[in-house]
């Protein structure tokens, strides 16, 4: 189910089961706000993601959570418990840091050991348990390294056994992959889940990379200026964008603004500002005759050839082919339609004939299915 | 933001008003009527008159002053060309010792300085005549030899954080090593040049111990009359010149300040 | 032809950066010392210069050498100078300390202030230091001396009931090395735990570490080079220092720069006055060899 903006601003049901349960939450910065009004509920062991542009209050909210920042407002129940005023070193949750905050004078195993010391553990169950650690993420052998002898990939792990060691309830990762390069950035991300799996640790992980947070999360969040706009699951979020910030922030869409000339139940049709281009579309949400609304669709839900295709839910558009960038596997075409739009439109390179092939000032007709189309109200 | 606990705090104030108390203390008492510091004679100048009336200081400190601004222009120059072969110029033989050598002034005491250039200016009278007599000159080399090791320091730390890849850039469409230097390197080291000069210009004005070792009788620098004076006990007149002195200081700060303001606004507009 | 010329050129621009500073370094600050050295080894004689000449080139080459070890000698014999090098080094090692227990706090204050304000603060630091030493010296006179401002204070204030003898002791000594030198702590104090990544205070909070803990754990171990390079910037020209004890300081507190100044100027003892400074320099050369590493390594680790 997807839960759009207005819901998230009045506070959902307090529902006992869920593990974490975040209630308006908010933070000031000298007037500034941060976070504003944050309303959160997240299973055991789910492995959720924040998803947000740099300064939209994703990372002042798991500072939050991880007791590094005091709260302006509201509550955070983790486990039945009402965490909001302790400490970061009480807390049951633990957090791996963007810049990994490895302690440079110690060695790997010292940096592991460090929660454990804190918590007054026997040495010899600290060494068992670093031991085990260290064999889980795959670093036997680099106990007496010091952080500064690790490649970036070693120094990410280790932030992550460190956190790990202490059996958090509740795991929080600050753009966890952010520092790796790509290759690396792959493997990780499914190491990561298999971790998150294997130990059945929640994890709340924090990022830009909104491929990043599809992969990775069970359900996402996207934030902006300090408030969740859509709280989803990967496809849901994908799929049925609930506005236009999200359909324009999670992957690459096309947006025609248009004005609705007929409702008929859910099915609506409305004409493209600037044209005569006509498409349907069906919306759950009620429009009413004269609205200003935006069909969204996604470049690969676009089918583009010389001949037009006819059907009953086929919406359709005439254009030219200003660009055309090859990738292999599939092709990205920026098409001018009448109405003078660029249309962009992804399509896999099934054959490897060159006959049809669409070349550069090809006129060409966009065709997708009605009900491809994302009926964007705001 | 963090906030520092108010122990932290607390702790903070009170150094800073140790090092900032007897500084106002000895600007008020230079207004003070009375000779003695525990009375308060009243408001008064006559320490200023009595100060400006007192040839033996007013010449110390034109000396003073011309040495300081010889010696702080020659330790510039081989300060930043020290800061440069330290930096920029890769390995080359004797590098280590060469660096060990230079930071070596910085922390050497000041009796074994003075001692040793003083014993080298006398067996260099005696192998070639020269110097002939100790003063200005000697006092002035043995300025330049100290404080380069300050300039080459402020040199070498703005050159590390010196983007590189500019002079490599200006290498790379043509520049010959000693044009890079002076249409690329030399303009962005400047400000710290220009502070390296003042620091040793300070540092000269400010040496006691090397200069009594290396002048000769009658070349007194300033900071050699002021302790003849104050071996003795407090004297008023030189209450006076310190309040002139740190007043110098505190209007080249606040201007050096200010320019650097206004330089930071300008660089950070131009980011935006 | 052209192209060879500028080579050339080249060359001697790379040549000219290095040698310059190189050789004057060379001229007047190394071989002055090989010069201590030598002197050291000779015996005093009532001329100018005052000492004898160490290679003496009528006689044939078995007997050229004339040195003796004649002061090193006297330096053992006589308790005087023991006591001023122990006296130098524990004025020194207790000033460092001093500064160290005031240095720090305020470093780590202005490393956790605002960015905004820490250059401000950090120029409140550097300030006093750009004022004349020597007077920053004196001001002490006039607080500490018998009728001074401090003596007054307190005698108004009901504290003590005469003027307690604060000018002319060790007390005035540590204060004031502890005041001039107290930048020269900061600085490299504060240069280290500015660069201090704040992250790494929020993992050990993160993981259980209580604020003291962190501190104890984490900042303190992490700032140890700055601690070290602070130390040694204020012990090395404490050791060394002259014009705080002879002006703050008893006629019986002798610091060994204060000996070494004396014997110079009022005994006019060269050779011995050599002797006092060769063995401060053998002194105080572990010191700086340990500053030079910090110094090197700080220059290696950044490129």
Redesign the interface.
Known sequence: MTTTADETTAAPEPSAESYLQIRSLCKD?DGITAVDQVNLDINKGELFAILGASGCGKSTLLRMLAGLETPTSGRIVLDSEDITDWPAYERPINMMFQSYALFPHMTVEKNIAYGLKKEKIEPDEIDQRVKNMLDLVQLKGFDKRKPNRLSGGEKQRVALARALIKNPKLLLLDEPLAALDKKLREQTQFELMNLQEELGVTFIVVTHDQEEAMTLATRIAVMNSGKFIQTGTPTEIYEYPSNRFVADFFGTINIFDARVINVTGRELTVEVDQSDIQMKAYSDKPVAIDDNVGIAVRPEKISISKQLQDGANITATKGVVEDLAYYGNYSIYRVKTESGQLVQVSAQNQTRSSDHVVEWEDEVYLSWEQNSSIVLVD | ??K??A???S??C???A???I??F??IA?SFNDSR???IWGGFSTRWYTELFQNDQIIDAALLSFQIAAISATFATI??T??G???TR?GN?P?R?F????????L???????G???L??F??LQ?LIGWPGSRGATTIT??H??FS?AYV?VII?SRM?SLDRSLEEAAMDLGG???QV?LDVTLPIISPAMLSGWLLAF?IS??D??IA??TSGAGSNTL?MV??SK??L??TPD??A??TL??LV??I??AVA?LIMFRQNKALSQQKV | MAIHQ?RI??LL??R???L???S???L??????A??FK?SFSDPIVAQ?PFTALFDHSQNLLNRFQGSLNNYLFLLEDNLYWISYLRSIRVAGISTLLCLL??Y??A???A???PTRRNLLL???I??F???????V??????L?T???L??ALLWMGLIEEPLQMLYTDFAVYIGIV?TY?PFM?LPLYANLERLD?EIHDAAADLGGK?LQVFWDITLPVSVPGIIAGS??VF??A?????IP??LGGLDSLMI?RT??DE??VNRD?PL??AV?TI??LI?IL??ML??RT??SS?ES??
């Open positions: 910065f | 933001m963090r520092p606990p122990a932290l705090f702790i903070a009170f150094g800073f140790f090092l900032y007897p500084i203390l000895l008492y003695l510091i525990s081989f300060g060309l020290a440069l072969a330290l110029l080359y004797g280590l060469f660096t060990g050598m230079i930071a070596a002034p922390v050497m005491p000041e009796v074994i300085t001692l040793s250039l014993l080298f006398i067996s005696e080399i043995a330049i030899t380069m080459a070498q590390q010959r090593p000693f230097f300070t004005l400010d006691l111990v009594s070792f900071p002021i302790f104050v071996k006990g407090v030189i209450n010149l310190a002195i740190i200081v505190a080249g700060v300040s | 500028h050129g080249d621009w790379r000219f950066v290095i310059l500073p190189y004057w370094l060379l007047f600050f190394l071989v002055p010392f010069i201590v002197i210069p005031l240095g706090p305020v780590y204050y202005i956790q202030s605002p120029m409140l630091i300030l006093p750009w004022t004349s030493f020597l007077l920053r004196y001001a002490w006179m006039g607080i001396s009728n001074g401002i003596n007054s005041y107290l900061i704040l604020p040694l910037l090395i020209p050791m060394g220092e002259f014009v002879a002006l720069g070494l100044y110079f100027f060269w006055a050599s400074a401060l320099l105080l010191p700086m500053f030079q110094q090197v220059t950044n490129p």
